[in-house]
């Protein structure tokens, strides 16, 4: 089973489905990741892309599921061993990537859609179950757990997402891609 | 992201199919018109029931077509009518690629359009959006045209939000060229949607529309781009031909400007026959002849021999060119005006040497002074003028329909905008070629 970011934590066996997970100590068994169905995407596990000239390496993608549909959060290895993230739903790509930057609010969850908070619009909030994973993953996650999320736009196609699962927020950095610029490099 | 799913519609149990994806809210029955919830049971919302408005348009629920490189399935359709203004209606029919997602095919009188959500327009309030001359987005000037209110008159097939009848939506368009951007908003959040001009006849065979149903384009539309081939075309080529000919006006001009041979007056009293010498038959030969009044003009015959043989006689009535073998006439013209008072005869004479040119009264009473000039190597440039305004006209055409389109374009506008000196560039352009015309008039009437 190839390896292929330095700082993966969980990975899922192309074999048998095991997903496994990456300590300090060595490799641990921690179960069955649940098959994903098969779905059209432009992007595919470990076939390289290229969004405005630079290359990204799709390693793994975590989908969630809002009821009727769901949307799925690539992995990207970006061309300086990076981690970025692309998100896909239905049309709407994002790229992103994980940022330290102070926000005008103390917590997310008081955010309202709409409102703007400095610099930034509220333009989205939502929730998603994660229901399953492909590749490998810079860190572990729960199979069923909600996954809560906010969308903050700085204008012009920029985009900070505060994920605020587990009382943990996570601030990514990006802006939305016109899904007609993702080309394959082998195509 | 979904599969294709068929339900039954739980007022009429009329089979649907739902083509769209995991956002779609609602579904509308095709065949009673009850508007169903899909994240709740397939529950009915309201319905359309006595909505009268159904007309039908060239497309279709669950046709395919390729636009913009991307294979999309229409699965719904919304109408819009205009608050106030209700002349402006409208349908737009919701596409759906499982790749690309979601777009907008908008159709209005047969004019059709191409919008896809925008996620680069900065962030500005709709009033803040109100008051801008302009907004710049990607790099492009928009420029506020119309904003109004609509309504949604006819709800078919998927939405990926709940439209009842009736519901009103409040719209800024801004321009720019043949591309527009749509800001929405429905009281709870704006959105801004990318508009782009198609081709009908191109849209029509992606989705292959049958002939009968395909519609005409009808009155105006702002994002139409315009278009004259034919006379941009006419108006290039003739640029090319009055630059050609212009310079060919300056060298005749110079070349041909002519050199004086003979000079002298006739008069009523004093018939002359006045010897010439010609060195050149290069250009033509010109014999100006001026009276001081049209009477004056009128009295006298004009005879040109050479070596006494008549080879051209001119009189009030007619004009002659005689055989110098045979002496017989061999072309007849036409002579001068009669209200002229002076007159110039370019003659092609052939021959180099000595001519002579008479001046005969017809009537020794009428008191006629006449002043006589003979210049040789004259050039002609009446008939290169006259081709070179016609190029004139036809470089001025297409122009004529730019500006005629955007004159329409503005008086359709609803918002003014704070216009700049530059935007009444066209204008200054109009006052210019103009006043070409009029020099060129004055400076070749003259002639």
């Given at each position: 089973m190839d390896i292929h970011f330095k700082w993966t934590k969980l990975v899922a066996c192309p074999s048998c489905g095991s997903s496994i997970f990456l300590n300090d100590k060595g490799a641990e068994l921690i179960g069955k990741a649940s098959t994903l169905s098969p779905e059209p995407s432009l992007l595919k596990l470990h076939d390289p892309i290229l969004i405005n000239n630079k290359n990204y390496l799709p390693l793994g993608k975590i989908r969630y599921s809002y009821g009727r549909g769901f949307w799925e959060e690539w992995f990207l290895k970006g061309e300086s061993n990076q981690e970025f993230w692309l998100s896909i739903d239905e049309g709407d790509f994002v790229l992103e990537k994980r940022a330290e930057i102070s926000l005008p609010f103390k917590?997310?969850?008081?955010?309202?859609?709409?409102?703007?908070?400095?610099?930034?619009?509220?333009?989205?909030?939502?929730?998603?179950?994660?229901?399953?994973?492909?590749?490998?993953?810079?860190?572990?996650?729960?199979?069923?757990?909600?996954?809560n999320y906010l969308h903050l736009s700085k204008g012009g196609g920029n985009l900070v997402t505060v994920e605020f699962t587990d009382g943990v927020d996570k601030i990514f950095q990006g802006k939305w891609i016109d899904p007609l610029t993702i080309k394959r490099v082998y195509s | 992201m979904s599969r294709v799913q068929s339900i039954k519609c739980t007022n009429c149990a009329a089979p649907l199919n739902l083509l769209g994806g995991g956002r779609v809210e609602t579904v509308t029955c095709s065949y009673c018109t009850s508007v169903l919830d899909l994240t709740d049971n397939y529950k009915v919302l309201s319905n359309f029931k006595n909505v009268k408005e159904r007309h039908k348009l060239p497309f279709e629920l669950g046709m395919k077509g390729k636009l913009k490189e991307v294979e999309y399935t229409i699965i719904g359709r919304i109408s819009y009518m205009e608050t106030v203004y209700v002349e402006h209606s409208w349908s737009d029919f919701l596409l759906f690629s499982p790749l690309y997602g979601y777009a907008w095919l908008s159709y209005e009188h047969g004019h059709l359009l191409y919008s896809k959500r925008n996620r680069t327009f900065p962030n500005l309030t709709w009033e803040e959006i109100e008051n801008r001359s302009e907004v710049v987005v990607d790099r492009i000037d928009y420029k506020p045209y119309d904003a109004y209110t609509a309504k949604v008159t006819y709800v078919e097939g998927e939405l990926t939000w709940v439209a009842k009848y009736g519901d009103k939506t409040n719209y800024i368009d801004l321009v720019s060229s043949s591309f527009g951007i749509t800001v929405e908003n429905n009281g709870k959040e704006i959105e801004f949607y990318n508009d782009e001009y198609l081709d009908a006849t191109e849209v029509y065979e992606a989705f292959s529309v049958p002939k009968e149903k395909r519609d005409k384009e009808q009155g105006f539309h702002p994002l139409k781009p315009f278009s004259k081939p034919f006379f941009k075309t006419l108006s290039k080529i003739s640029l090319w031909f009055m630059v050609i000919m212009g310079l060919l006006i300056?060298?005749?001009?110079?070349?041909?400007?002519?050199?004086?041979?003979?000079?002298?007056?006739?008069?009523?009293?004093?018939?002359?026959?006045?010897?010439?010498?010609?060195?050149?038959?290069?250009?033509?030969?010109?014999?100006?002849?001026?009276?001081?009044?049209?009477?004056?003009?009128?009295?006298?015959n004009i005879k040109l021999f050479k070596d006494e043989k008549l080879i051209f006689s001119l009189t009030k009535d007619n004009a002659y060119i005689f055989d110098e073998t045979t002496g017989k006439v061999s072309k007849r013209l036409g002579s001068w005006e009669r209200r002229a008072k002076e007159i110039i005869v370019y003659l092609n004479l052939e021959k180099t040497g000595i001519y002579q040119l008479s001046l005969l009264p017809v009537d020794s009473a009428i008191n006629s002074i006449v002043e006589v000039k003979v210049r040789e190597s004259s050039s002609r440039l009446n008939y290169l003028v006259i081709f070179t305004l016609l190029l004139f006209f036809f470089f001025l055409i297409y122009y004529f329909f730019v500006w005629q389109y955007k004159r329409k374009h503005n008086s359709e506008k609803e918002i003014d905008n704070d216009e700049s000196i530059f935007d009444h560039i066209d204008d200054w352009g109009q006052v210019i070629i103009w006043t070409v015309v009029i020099l060129l008039i004055?400076?070749?009437?003259?002639?």
């Open positions: 917590s997310p969850r008081a955010v309202r859609v709409g409102r703007r908070y400095g610099s930034y619009l509220a333009t989205e909030v939502g929730e998603g179950e994660c229901v399953g994973f492909e590749g490998e993953l810079p860190f572990a996650i729960n199979i069923g757990k909600t996954h | 300056m060298a005749f001009m110079f070349d041909g400007s002519g050199k004086s041979i003979a000079s002298f007056n006739a008069s009523n009293i004093q018939p002359v026959k006045e010897p010439f010498a010609l060195s050149s038959t290069k250009y033509l030969t010109a014999i100006y002849v001026k009276a001081n009044s049209t009477k004056a003009l009128n009295n006298f004055i400076f070749f009437g003259e002639d």
